[in-house]
């Protein structure tokens, strides 16, 4: 397993560089009950900056602010505009980062596109007078009958 880390992130940041790589699935273990294919790979880029503040930032799937640890959380953390931040040390776990913003952009419960749940139940629609319970009042019926 080949090992990727960033030393020195803040460094990073501040010179405004960029790393790209790749991951394997299989080397993401809280990935892996997420995915149907083990198998892949996960490309990646990560963009260092600084912020209008001069504080710094990296971007993958979404910006977030380095911190040294210890320290108090920023004053806009509770803004939704502004960057998520994270207590960062001198080196960076960039499996653990990749795998971390894989999961964050992840939906919460599975769905699917428009007009599916139509096409599973036969093409009635939810406004339409047919309960999808009416296959089981077909099956209690029969048995009503033959007690008589």
């Known amino acids: 397993m080949a090992v990727h880390r960033l030393e020195d992130p803040f460094a990073f940041a501040r010179s405004s560089s960029v790393l790209r790589g790749q991951l394997a ?37 979404s910006k977030v602010l380095l911190l040294h640890p210890g320290t108090e959380q920023p004053e806009d953390a509770d803004d939704p505009e502004a960057p998520e931040w994270m207590e960062v040390a001198q080196t960076l776990d960039l499996r653990e980062f990749v795998e971390d913003e894989i999961l964050l952009g992840l939906p919460y419960s599975v769905r699917h596109g428009d007009g599916k749940c139509i096409e599973r139940l036969g093409g009635r629609g939810m406004g339409d007078k047919t309960s999808p319970f009416s296959v089981l009042a077909s099956l209690i019926e029969p048995k009503q009958a033959n007690k008589d």
């Open 25 to 61: 699935i299989a080397d993401m273990p809280r990935l892996l009950d997420r995915v149907a294919d083990r198998s892949g790979t996960v490309a990646y880029e990560i963009r260092g900056r600084v912020d209008r503040r001069q504080r710094p930032l990296l971007e993958l799937a």
